[in-house]
């Protein structure tokens, strides 16, 4: 599939919309479904990923619930940081803003993230310190990545590994994955 035709999951629009969600960094975001402007390199993307100031690493905000302090979100392209410092876009300009609002659960989906090359661990530090009591859990991320990941230690901040590389969650709705990976780490905690 050309990468300009990988959409953002579509099915959870009725639970929730970045661009209607006044506390989201997206809120009034329009988007133009016959201009393709963001791309990753040479490869356009379709014009529902949202641009948070990465020029290889693009996202989509799937579901925010500020009653349950989660947030779901989908990433496409690369993720450098160490060119691009793409982790400080992720946490300055995303995660800030929901930490604020009380959201101490992210859940990163990587299945479209192609590539990973690591830099500093600062940021990652930062947020796992900011979510307090709260995760960060990464799913459906490539091994390679992974094994970067691993590599640079930063799996000391990140959640991640067995069924969580391997999750259907496009079966489930936003809060029943939430409770799929709560259980996970419950499991992993009791063993």
Same mark, same amino acid.
């Given at each position: 599939?050309?990468?300009?035709?990988?959409?953002?999951?579509?099915?959870?629009?009725?639970?929730?919309?970045?661009?209607?969600?006044?506390?989201?960094?997206?809120?009034?975001? /329009?988007? *133009?479904e016959?201009?393709?402007?963001?791309?990753?390199? =040479?490869?356009?993307?379709?014009? !529902?990923?949202?641009?948070?100031?990465?020029?290889?690493?693009?996202?989509?905000?799937?579901? +925010?619930?500020?009653?349950?302090?989660? /947030?779901?979100?989908?990433?496409?392209?690369?993720?450098?940081?160490?060119?691009?410092?793409?982790?400080?876009?992720?946490?300055?300009?995303?995660?800030?803003?929901?930490?604020?609002?009380?959201?101490?659960?992210?859940?990163?989906?990587?299945? =479209?993230?192609? =590539?990973?090359? +690591?830099?500093? *661990?600062?940021?990652?530090?930062?947020?796992?310190?900011? /979510?307090?009591?709260?995760?960060?859990?990464?799913?459906?991320?490539?091994?390679?990545?992974?094994?970067e990941?691993?590599?640079? !230690?930063? *799996?000391?901040?990140?959640?991640?590994?067995?069924?969580?590389? !391997?999750?259907?969650?496009?079966?489930?709705?936003?809060?029943?994955?939430?409770?799929?990976?709560?259980?996970?780490?419950?499991?992993?905690l009791? +063993?």
């Amino acid at each position: 599939m050309p990468v300009q035709d990988l959409e953002p999951y579509y099915n959870w629009r009725g639970f929730y919309r970045s661009e209607e969600d006044e506390l989201s960094p997206f809120y009034g975001t /329009v988007h *133009d479904e016959f201009h393709y402007t963001h791309h990753v390199y =040479n490869f356009l993307l379709h014009p !529902q990923w949202d641009d948070m100031g990465s020029e290889t690493l693009y996202l989509k905000v799937l579901f +925010a619930s500020y009653e349950h302090h989660v /947030v779901i979100i989908e990433l496409i392209g690369e993720w450098n940081d160490c060119i691009g410092n793409d982790i400080m876009f992720l946490k300055r300009d995303i995660a800030d803003v929901f930490l604020q609002q009380g959201i101490n659960r992210f859940v990163l989906i990587g299945e =479209n993230v192609l =590539n990973f090359h +690591a830099g500093d *661990d600062s940021y990652y530090e930062e947020w796992f310190d900011d /979510v307090d009591e709260g995760w960060i859990c990464l799913i459906n991320f490539r091994e390679h990545i992974l094994r970067e990941i691993r590599k640079y !230690q930063l *799996d000391f901040y990140l959640l991640f590994g067995g069924e969580l590389d !391997q999750l259907p969650w496009r079966t489930m709705q936003p809060l029943q994955l939430v409770q799929k990976i709560e259980s996970l780490f419950q499991k992993r905690l009791g +063993a």
